[in-house]
């Protein structure tokens, strides 16, 4: 049979149903012996517990969220570890990154061993919200709760910026009350000025069909005349030939 060290569980008098076990060691296993007792006699149960496998780190934590200049797409995301874990301590965490556009309710999700992440396909122009956990090396235990939301949009051009600015202008002044656009009058046709502007438009458009006319003619003159000078040539070829051949039906 295995020997085995007892020790009592420390209990504090003002909470009755909890106890603390110390110096516990992270890679070893325990067996609690939990009693009740009372006038009418007593209980027991039996827990075996893995240290390792009760392990739950606290959040991470001064979340900083920042876009990267120059690039629209990017977003450059990192972390401390929690206070109550030391980076100095033997026990190493790594962690999980949960990143998604404010629009959306799906999560993209990266896991990393570093204090920091580079996001590369953030929407542009879009807010993004990042949440981190954190859990151990050796991934004993379970992942920490997510860490307080951090918020950034991805760097924007200044020209994009001053063409949002504009439109938000326009629109806001379009919802306080009537546009405020001069009003445009009519086309008056008694103008000398607009005379004159519908007198050259005419005449530019009256020209260009004349000339579109006159091409036309000439195409239809040109084969015309080409058709004529090959029918006058087989003529004369047809003539030739009887003329040629005329002396031999008079000899026969």
């Known amino acids: 049979d295995k020997h085995f060290n007892t020790r009592p569980c420390l209990q504090d008098p003002a909470q009755p149903n909890v106890c603390s076990v110390v110096k516990e060691g992270f890679w070893s296993s325990y067996r609690l012996n939990v009693t009740e007792e009372n006038p009418l006699g007593s209980n027991f149960r039996l827990l075996d517990v893995l240290m390792q496998a009760m392990v739950k780190p606290d959040p991470p934590e001064s979340l900083l969220v920042e876009p990267v200049p120059f690039y629209p797409r990017r977003l450059q995301v990192s972390w401390d570890y929690p206070v109550t874990w030391p980076r100095e301590s033997p026990l190493q965490l790594k962690f999980r990154l949960q990143y998604r556009t404010v629009l959306h309710g799906s999560w993209t999700v990266v896991e990393t061993e570093n204090l920091s992440v ?9 807010e993004h919200v990042v949440q981190v ?15 307080v939301e951090g918020r950034a949009t991805p760097w924007k051009s200044p020209t994009a910026e001053a063409s949002d600015e504009t439109t938000a202008a326009e ?3 379009s919802n ?21 502007a ?23 003159w040109v084969r015309v005349r080409r058709k004529g000078k090959e029918q ?21």
């Open 176 to 196: 306080e009350g009537p546009s405020q656009v001069p009003h445009t009058e009519p086309f008056d046709r008694s103008d000398p000025l607009e005379k004159v």
């Open 232 to 252: 006058m040539k087989n003529h004369n070829f047809i003539s030739g030939v009887h003329m040629k051949a005329l002396p031999k039906a008079q000899i026969l």
């Open 118 to 126: 580079l996001i590369t396909d953030a929407l542009s122009g879009t």
């Open 133 to 147: 956990s954190a859990k151990d090396y050796f991934d004993a235990g379970n992942w920490s709760d997510w860490s």
């Open 171 to 173: 629109l806001e002044s």
């Open 198 to 220: 519908i007198l050259a438009s005419m005449g530019t458009f009256a020209f260009i069909v004349l000339t579109v006319a006159l091409i036309i003619t000439i195409l239809i």
